[in-house]
């Protein structure tokens, strides 16, 4: 790579070029949508250990572990990752760092692919540490590189917070070389190390003297920056923004206005801001879901206009904030369908079909959810993957959710639940409905073995499915234990599900294993669970149909549907397949789409459906 030659990258390929280029040892992350590409990118520098950790709380952990031996580290995960890894953050927030850590949270503003819409600035404050906020894929790198530095130097850890569209748009970026970072010696220091409390109660003044520090070098730091007008006597507006926010607010304001943008956000430069405020006549706050900026602003005692015109809720855009701070585009805002585009005087109409979500032409999970039809007067507790999509329409298999591998859990609740009620009911005969838990394979070693193990130990009478696809799929393909490929593709111990659930405890009799793609064995092994008395287990093992492995070996083969024999019952449509539409009155498969997997033939009371067939036959065959 050209050191002076400036290279268009997405926010997350700079951050991980700022990894490589601060000298970053040790890197662990779990995938996560705005944040994959972050792991998937050190993975590529042979200088850097990177792996895929099992959950963020395990990358934290080794990221922290690393730090304390001496280490530059860091770990990646997405909003919701840092609930999970929130335990040790706290903690490490304590001990400090030998080394240095620096952990990426990645937001997700709009929840394109989340189930919340929290704001992890709220960390920083919380934990006590600081908080760097880039607003472009330059500033990705260079607040990366800045963040292990000031976590030498203050011995703390660092929060780096940034938002989908800072991850995925892309910019020139200037990069640099390798620093060379020795490994700081480890010197053995239990008061300062060993978070028991009599150490914690002596540490935690030391956490208040740290921010006060922290403060003082928030008010000097070229991370928070001020900008001027093009005319800075008649500047009458100030705003006060950071990350994503400061470039949609130069897009609506331009060089009109004077701007204080925070890139080190918290602690929060109070000197600054006062001064700030008191060079403008208005003062605006642009950010964002919470008002971060604008509270400590009103604490401080300064009048200022943000969220009583903002949104709390979803993305911000030039749009929103031209409607907001602007009277003559309020108006416009009654017709959001119709917005003017920004490369001409065309109207976009915005009013465009939508696509719902579905399972891939060809999924494995689509055999499960197919047979689950007969299962939906029990309750289904889903999980956070591909599995969610079954339960939209026409699978409709799935009740509730809550977050990543709480479906065993929060399944389990539900089962006593109904036993409480039959018990109530003084009911002699078991409830008459079942939970049934349905979890991927990265999911369940995420944090469904616990689950798992609560439910064997209490004797919960319900049925688990672990739905195996060989591969971390959602996120786009990662590795995870089960695998048997690291990171970087390299062979590595597979943990085979079966056997450890056999491990756990579970008998012959309560467990199975079956292919999902064979209808009948799947709607035998969910018959046998369902009606064991205790905990079962079925364990689905097929590879998603989007490896290539998988792709290559069937793109020249599909399904055909004989449209003679054809009665139009739809059971081939409720399987959910994409690549089946009804046309002229019957359903015809679209063989550029199927993946061959046969659960539409196996659903096909009529016979209608016939193959699988190649490419070289389907002449002969028409």
């Not at 070029?17 to 996560?32: D, L, M, N, T, W």
């Not at 005319?231 to 607010?249: D, F, H, L, V, W």
């Amino acid at each position: 790579m050209n050191d002076n030659q400036p290279i268009l990258m997405t926010g997350n390929e700079a951050i991980a070029r700022g990894v490589y280029e601060a000298g970053c040892h040790v890197s662990s992350a779990y995938p996560g949508t705005p944040s994959t590409e972050i792991q998937e990118n050190i993975g590529t520098y042979p200088e850097i250990y990177a792996e895929w950790a099992p959950n963020e709380k395990v990358a934290l952990e080794v990221a922290a572990g690393a730090a304390m031996g001496g280490a530059r580290a860091f770990a990646s995960m997405k909003h919701v990752g840092l609930n999970v890894a929130a335990d040790p953050l706290f903690t490490v927030a304590y001990t400090g760092v030998t080394g240095a850590l620096v952990i990426n949270t990645s937001d997700e503003p709009g929840m394109h692919s989340s189930q919340n819409e929290q704001d992890n600035r709220r960390y920083a404050e919380h934990a006590k540490i600081p908080l760097l906020v880039p607003s472009d894929s330059q500033e990705c790198l260079d607040y990366t590189k800045a963040a292990f530095i000031i976590s030498e130097e203050f011995d703390t850890p660092v929060l780096l917070r940034t938002t989908t569209r800072v991850c995925h748009s892309k910019s020139l970026v200037h990069t640099g070389s390798r620093a060379q970072i020795p490994i700081a010696p480890y010197v053995k220091n239990i008061r300062k190390n060993l978070m028991i409390p009599s150490h914690a109660r002596l540490k935690h003044p030391e956490v208040e003297e740290r921010l006060r520090k922290l403060s003082v070098y928030a008010e000097s730091t070229p991370l928070n920056r001020i900008i001027p007008s093009r005319n800075p006597e008649e500047a009458s507006i100030g705003i006060i923004t950071g990350g994503i926010s400061y470039q949609y607010a130069r897009e609506v304001f331009g060089d009109s206005v004077r701007y204080l943008v925070l890139g080190f956000m918290f602690p929060f430069p109070e000197n600054l801001i006062q001064k700030f405020a008191d060079s403008v006549d208005q003062l605006f706050i642009i950010e964002e879901n919470e008002p971060f900026i604008e509270n400590a602003c009103k604490r401080l005692g300064i009048a200022c206009l943000g969220k009583e015109v903002l949104p709390l809720c979803d993305e911000l855009s030039p749009d929103r904030i031209r409607a907001a701070f602007l009277p003559e585009f309020k108006d416009s805002e009654a017709d959001e369908a119709k917005i003017p585009s920004a490369s001409s005087n065309r109207i976009i109409d915005k009013n465009i079909p939508q696509r719902p979500p579905a399972l891939c032409p060809g999924c494995p999970h689509r055999g499960v959810f197919t047979a689950l039809a007969r299962y939906r007067k029990h309750v289904i507790s889903t999980d956070i993957g591909c599995y969610t999509l079954g339960a939209l329409p026409p699978l409709d298999a799935g009740d509730f959710l809550f977050c990543m591998g709480s479906s065993i859990s929060s399944g389990m609740g539900f089962a006593k639940a109904f036993q409480a009620a039959a018990a109530s009911e003084k009911s002699a005969e078991s409830p008459q409905r079942k939970v049934i838990a349905v979890i991927g394979d990265s999911t369940f070693f995420h944090s469904g073995i616990t689950g798992l193990i609560n439910v064997l130990y209490s004797r919960t009478p319900m049925v688990i499915l672990i739905l195996d696809n060989r591969i971390t799929a959602m996120t786009g393909h990662q590795h995870n234990p089960g695998t048997g490929k690291t990171l970087q593709g390299a062979d590595a111990p597979e943990i085979d599900l079966y056997n450890l659930v056999s491990a756990l405890g579970f008998a012959q009799e309560q467990l199975f294993q079956v292919n999902p793609h064979d209808l009948e064995a799947v709607r035998n092994s969910l018959k046998e669970a369902m009606d064991y008395s205790g905990p079962a287990v079925i364990i689905t093992k097929a590879p998603c149909a989007l490896l290539p492995e998988v792709k290559n070996s069937v793109k020249e083969t599909f399904y055909q549907v004989d449209r003679d024999i054809c009665i139009t019952c739809k059971a081939c449509i409720r399987t959910g397949c994409p690549a089946i539409r009804i046309t002229g009155g019957k359903s015809l498969i679209d063989p550029d789409m199927c993946a061959a997997c046969g659960v539409c033939m196996q659903v096909c009371k009529p016979g209608a459906i016939t193959g699988p067939f190649t490419r070289a036959k389907e002449k002969a065959h028409v």
